[in-house]
Nanobody
Framework: VQLQASGGGLVQAGGSLRLSCASS????????VGWYRQAAGKERELVAS???????KYADSVKGRFTISRDNAKNTTYLQMNSLKPEDTGVYYC?????????????WGQGTQVTVSS
């Protein structure tokens, strides 16, 4: 599985951005796709994820502001980010996990920088 992330940028607080994660190559058996972020000096954290069955998880800090969605026809997962705050600043990474029997494989896309100015 290859993941291509895009959509980051610089935005003022209160603004919006939409991240896209396009998956290609052996995309079947993908169990979930998610977005993680890593702020400077901090550990990478889960922002949102969506399973093939449509189960969605959000970090408490983004609930009500971010929306994750999938377009299965395009093999693309989106993260709509509204009401952005400076603390949302970081490098956002797309992640997918694929299951083959008892084994789970993790895939990461390149990061995309999101900077929210106050």
């Amino acid at each position: 599985v290859q993941l291509q992330a895009s959509g980051g940028g610089l935005v003022q607080a209160g603004g919006s951005l939409r991240l896209s994660c396009a998956s290609s190559r052996n995309t079947f058996r993908i169990n979930s796709v998610g977005w993680y972020r890593q702020a400077a000096g901090k550990e990478r954290e889960l922002v949102a994820s969506i399973t093939s069955g449509g189960i969605i998880k959000y970090a408490d800090s983004v609930k009500g502001r971010f929306t994750i969605s999938r377009d299965n026809a395009k093999n693309t997962t989106y993260l709509q980010m509204n009401s952005l705050k400076p603390e949302d600043t970081g490098v956002y990474y797309c992640h997918a996990d694929q299951r083959w029997g008892p084994h789970t494989y993790d895939f990461w896309g390149q990061g995309t920088q999101v900077t929210v100015s106050s």
